[in-house]
C-alpha cells in the first residue's frame, strides 16, 4: 500500500475527469474537506484531455441553461482563486441557419434565451460573417449571436478545479483503480482499490465511460455508451484570427473554433459510431482511436461548403476520441435509487465541459443538501430504470443520440432508434388501427390514430402537421361521446403494510387516510413546498394503497417515497407497473358503454366521481377509478395485464353503437390543457409550489401530523405578493400552433414562458399552461390588466389569460 494512502473519507470521488475534479472543487467549497479523489490514470487523461472545449450556454431547459451560465462565470473567474489558467476565452458563439425551418428554430431560441438573461442577437448571414469572415454565406438565410459564449483548455481547467479543491484539503491521488465498492445493508461504505481500501459516508461516480461498469460493481444502472466523437486541426488559415468566436452550422452537423491560427472542425454526423462493445480498457489513458475518414466524410464535406478555404489548408492533426452518451442526450446526475449515498455524474455527451462547473456544484449540492437544490428532472439519474442498462439497446441507441446535438429539433420529435422497446399488450391492436406510436419511458404509446387511406407516420413541421385533422377527430369523440385510450405506461406502486397509511399521509400533501373505495389525487412535495410528484392514490383497503403516476416516473416516484418512509414503518412498496394495464374509457357515453360489461352499478349515487371499485368488465375482474385526466364523464380501467386484450375487445365491442373511438396521446394533452390540468415535470416541478400552481385545493394543511413540505406551503401562502404563477393562456388568432418553450409577452415585456401547449378543437385556438413571472406580483389585477402575447419565431400574437378554464364542458363543442 502507498504510504499515507488513506483509509477513510467522508467522500470518495471515483474519477479525475473534468467532472470528478469540479465535484471535488465544489464540495470543498461547501465547506466538505474530507474529500479523496481517486483516478487511475492521471487527472484529464480519459475523455477529458481531447475535448474541443467549447461552451455554448443554450439548452432547451431553463435550469440547464442556468448551469452552464455558471459554468462561464466559474471558468472566468478561476484563475483569480486558484493562479492556474484555464484558457476560458469569451469569444463569443454564431450559430447559422441553411433553411427556414431552422431560422425558425434559432428566433425561437433568441426568445426564451432572453428569458433566460442569456444575452443574444438574431443576424443576417452578412452580419455573421463579419463576425467570421472566413465563411461562405450564399446558402444561410441567418444566423444568432451569443456574446456571453466562450471556450476553455479542457485539461488547464481541469487541473485548475483540482487545484481549488486541494487548497481547501481535498486529497487527489492518482494511479489508483477502483476495483470494487463496499456496501453493507443497502448504503455504500466504501470503495475497494489496488492500494486498499478506502471506508467512507458517500462514494460518488464520476467514471465518464467506465462509470457504467462502476455502477456495476454495486448494482447501480448508469445507462450510457461510448461512442466515437472527431474533429481535426488545420494548419494556419487567413483570417483565422486568435478572437474569432466559435462557429455551429447545426444543418451541416459542423462546428470551428481557433486553434493556434488554424481552425479546429467537428461535428455531430446523424449516425454515430458506437465504441467499446467489449468493455472499455482500463488503461485507455490519453490514447485516441484511429482516425477514421469515411466516419468524418459527411462532417468534411459540410465544411469546404462552409469553409472553402479549408480545400486548400493542411490538416495537422486528428482527433477521434470515445466519449459516452446517453439514450436521451442528457447527462445523469443524483443519487443512485438502487444505493444510499452512491452518487453518479456521467454521461455527458459531449457537453461536459460545457456542464462542468454547473453539474459539478449542482451535484456537490445535491450530497451536501441530500437532495437537490433546483430542479434538475432533464438529468436525474432516476428517469431511467435498469432495463434501459441493456447492453444491446444502448448500442443501438447511441448511434442517434449523438446526431441529436444538431439535428432539427422539431417539436413532439420522437427517437427512432432502439425501437419498439416496450409495449402494451394491445400494441398490435392498435397498430392494426392505424396508431402512430411515440415513445415515453421505452414505452411505445399511440400518439394519433390514422384513418384509412392515411400513413400513420408523423410529418414534422414548426405549424400544423399532418395530424392535425386525426387528433381533431379523437378529441370530439371524446368531448361528445367517447374515447379509449392505452395508458398501460402509468407507473403504478403499491404501497401496502400496517403503517402505509399513516406513512403515506406525511408524504402526501393532500389527506389520504380516507373510507376504503376513495381515490385521491394528490401532490407529493420536497421541503422547499416543491412538487416531487403528483398522483393518484387509490385506497384499495385498510393497508393497501395503488398509486397511479406519470409515465416517465416509477424509479423516481418509488425512490422518493422509500426514502421517506420510516426506517421502523411496517410498510412496503412494489412497483407494479408490468402487472396492470390501464384503458382509460372517458367521454359521456362513457357509462352506457360500462354498464353495457359489467353488473356494478356505474350510477353517480353508486359510483361517484374519485372512487374506485373492484368491477367485474366483461370476463375480466379490474379496478374502476372514476376519474379522468380530460374532463368529461369516464374511468380508468387498471385490468391486469392478461386480460387487457379482452376489455379492449368487449368495449370496442358495444362501443360500436355509441361512436367509441380509439384516441393517441396527443388528443390526451390538447384535451388537458384545455380544461388546465398541470402535468408534472412542465408545469409542476420541484421549483413550484402549490399555491403558484394554483392546486392549493388539493392540500390538507390541517390533517393530524402535517405533511412533507407543510411549513414551506404555509409560507408560500402567506407571501405579501405571489410572484409567480400557472396560468392558462390561449392565443386570440385561431391559425398559429403553440408548441411549449415560447416566450410570453406582458405589455411588451418578457413576462414567463410557455410550459406545455397543444391545438385546443374545442376551443378552436392554441392553448397552453404558461408560467408567468413578475416582481411585482401576479395577481388577478396584473393578469386581467396587461396586454398579452405570445412570441412565436419573432412574430408576437396577442393571448388571453385564464384564472378558470378555458373549456366548459357545459357550452363547448368542438368546431365542425
Ligand atoms: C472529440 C471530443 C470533443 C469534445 N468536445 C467538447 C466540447 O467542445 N465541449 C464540451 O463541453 N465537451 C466536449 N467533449 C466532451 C467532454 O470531453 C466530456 O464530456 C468530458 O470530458 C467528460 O468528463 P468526465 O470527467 O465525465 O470523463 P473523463 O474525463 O473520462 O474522466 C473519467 C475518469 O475516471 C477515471 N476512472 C474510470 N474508472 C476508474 C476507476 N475504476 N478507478 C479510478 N479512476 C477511474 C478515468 O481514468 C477517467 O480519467 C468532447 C469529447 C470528445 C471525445
Known sequence: MAQNFPTQAQVVIVGGGIIGCSVAYHLTRLGWTDVVLLEQGQLSGGTTWHA?????????????????????????????????????KNCGSVSVARTADRMTVLKRTAASARAQGVAIEVISPKEAQDLWPVMAIEDLAGAVWLPGDGKANPT????????????????????????????????????????????????????????????????????????????IVTDRIEGVHPDLPVMRDPDGYIYFKEEVGGLVMGGFEPEAKPWGMAGIPDDFEFALLPDDWDQFEILMQSALQRVPQLATSQVKKFYNGPESFTPDNNFILGEAPELKNFYVGAGFNSMGIASAGGAGRALAEWIVNGAPTMDLWPVDIRRFANFNNNPRWLHDR??????????????????????????????????????CFGSKMGWERANWFASEGEEPVTAYAFGRQNWHEAVKREMKATREAAGIFDQTSFAKLLVQGRDAASALNRICAADIDVAVGRSIYTGLLNARGGYESDLTVLRLSADRFLLITGSAQPVHDADWIRKNLPADAHVTLTDVT???????????????????????????????????????????????????????????????????????????????????????????????????????????????????????????LDKSGGFIGRDAVIAAREKSVQTRRIVQLTVDDPSPMLWGGELVLCDGKPAGEVRSAAYGHTLGRSVALCLIEQGSGVDRAFLESGRFEVELAGVRFPATVHLSPAYDPKGLRVKA
Open 52 to 88: 474541443a472545449g467549447l461552451v455554448g450556454q443554450l439548452r432547451s431547459h431553463a435550469n440547464m441553461t442556468s448551469l452552464i451560465k455558471y459554468s462561464t462565470q466559474l471558468y472566468s473567474e478561476l484563475e483569480a482563486e486558484t493562479g492556474l489558467a484555464t484558457g476560458w
Open 156 to 231: 488547464d481547467l481541469t487541473q485548475s478545479l483540482a487545484k481549488g479543491a486541494r487548497n481547501r484539503g481535498a486529497r487527489i491521488i492518482e494511479r489508483v483503480r477502483v476495483t470494487g465498492i463496499s456496501v453493507a445493508d443497502g448504503v455504500v461504505t466504501g470503495v475497494e482499490t489496488d492500494q486498499g481500501t478506502i471506508s467512507a459516508e458517500i462514494v460518488v461516480n464520476c467514471a465518464g465511460q467506465w462509470a457504467r461498469k462502476v455502477g456495476q460493481m454495486c448494482g447501480v444502472s448508469v445507462p450510457l455508451h461510448s461512442a466515437e466523437h472527431m474533429y
Open 398 to 435: 447511441v448511434k442517434e443520440t449523438l446526431g441529436l446535438h444538431y439535428a432539427m429539433p422539431w417539436p413532439n420529435r420522437e427517437l427512432d432508434t432502439a425501437r419498439p422497446f416496450r409495449r402494451s399488450p394491445l400494441y398490435d391492436r392498435l397498430a392494426a388501427k392505424g396508431a
Open 578 to 700: 408490468s402487472a396492470y394495464a390501464v384503458l382509460a374509457l372517458m367521454g359521456p357515453h362513457a357509462r352506457e358503454i360500462l354498464s353495457r360489461l359489467t353488473s356494478a352499478d356505474l350510477s353517480n349515487a353508486a359510483f361517484p366521481f374519485a372512487t374506485v371499485r373492484e368491477i367485474d368488465i366483461g370476463y375480466a375482474t379490474a379496478y374502476a377509478n372514476r376519474m379522468t385526466y380530460v374532463g368529461e364523464l369516464g374511468w380508468e380501467l387498471i385490468v391486469p395485464t392478461e386480460f387487457a386484450v379482452g376489455v379492449y375487445e368487449a368495449l370496442h365491442e358495444v362501443g360500436r353503437d355509441f361512436e367509441l373511438r380509439d384516441c393517441g396521446y396527443y388528443a390526451l394533452e390538447a384535451l388537458r390543457l384545455e380544461k388546465g390540468y398541470r402535468a408534472w415535470s412542465r408545469e409542476l416541478t420541484p421549483d413550484i409550489t402549490p399555491y403558484e400552481a394554483g392546486l392549493s385545493f388539493a392540500l390538507s
